[in-house]
C-alpha cells in the first residue's frame, strides 16, 4: 500500500522525530513547563492551519463520499484543537495572539498552498505525516509508563483507538487518492521534515 511505501521511505525522520529531546521530554516528564506552552500555542495556530487544509481538499472532493470521510477527519482536528484550548486554560496561553516561529509558518504555509493548488490527493499526502508520526510518537511513549507524568494526557491522545482510527482513515484515503508519483513522495517527505523542524523550533524558536 502507497501508505506504508511514503512510511518505510521516511522511517529516518520518524526515528529522529522519536528520538528528538523534545519528545525525551514528553516521554519521561522531565520537559519543561514553558518549553511545553511554546508548543501548545504552536501546534494550536498550526492545527488551525491543519483544519483549513482539509477544508479545502473537502472542497475539491469528487464525490459525497470522500466528502464525508474529509469531514470527519476535520472534526478530529478540531476536537484535538479542544483538547489544546484545555492546555491553553490550565496554562494561561492567549491563543489568539500566537504568532508562529519561523519553521511554523514554512509548515503551515507549504500545508495551506498544496491544498489550494494542488490535487486532493497531493494534498492528503502532505497532511497524512503528522497523523501518523503523532500516531507512532504515542503508541511508542506509551510502552513506557514514567510515574506521574505531567504529559501523560500527551500521550494518551495520540496513542489512543480514537486517534489510530483517524490515522487509518488518512491512509485509506490516500491511498485511494493519491498516485505514487514524484510530488507526492515530496509532498510527503517534505512535511515530515516539517515535522522534525517544529520539534526543533519548540527548543529553538529562530530555528
Request: some cysteine.
Amino acid at each position: 500500500m502507497l501508505h506504508d511505501v511514503l512510511w518505510q521511505q521516511n522511517a529516518r525522520l520518524a526515528g529522529e522525530c522519536l528520538h528528538h529531546p523534545f519528545v525525551r521530554g514528553l516521554a519521561d516528564g522531565t520537559l519543561d513547563t514553558e518549553t511545553f506552552k511554546r508548543y501548545v500555542a504552536q501546534d494550536a495556530f498550526f492545527l488551525n492551519a491543519f483544519a483549513r487544509a482539509y477544508a479545502f481538499a473537502a472542497a475539491r472532493s469528487q464525490d459525497m463520499a470522500t466528502f464525508t470521510q474529509i469531514c470527519e477527519l476535520l472534526n478530529g482536528v478540531l476536537r484535538e484543537l479542544q483538547l489544546h484550548a484545555g492546555y491553553a486554560k490550565e496554562l494561561k496561553i492567549k491563543l489568539d495572539c500566537v504568532q508562529p516561529y519561523p519553521a511554523v509558518a514554512v509548515y503551515t504555509d507549504f500545508l495551506l498552498a498544496t491544498a489550494g493548488q494542488r490535487e486532493p490527493g497531493e494534498t492528503l499526502a502532505a497532511m497524512t505525516p503528522c497523523m501518523r508520526l503523532y500516531g507512532y510518537l504515542g503508541t511508542e511513549l506509551a510502552q513506557t509508563v514514567v510515574a506521574e507524568n505531567p504529559y501523560q494526557s500527551w500521550i494518551a491522545t495520540y496513542s489512543s483507538p480514537d486517534f489510530q482510527a483517524l490515522i487509518a482513515r488518512v491512509e485509506s484515503l490516500l491511498d485511494a487518492m493519491a498516485p505514487d508519483s514524484p510530488s507526492v513522495r515530496d509532498a510527503y517527505a517534505h512535511a515530515m521534515q516539517c515535522e522534525l523542524n517544529f520539534f526543533s523550533a519548540m527548543l529553538d524558536p529562530a530555528t
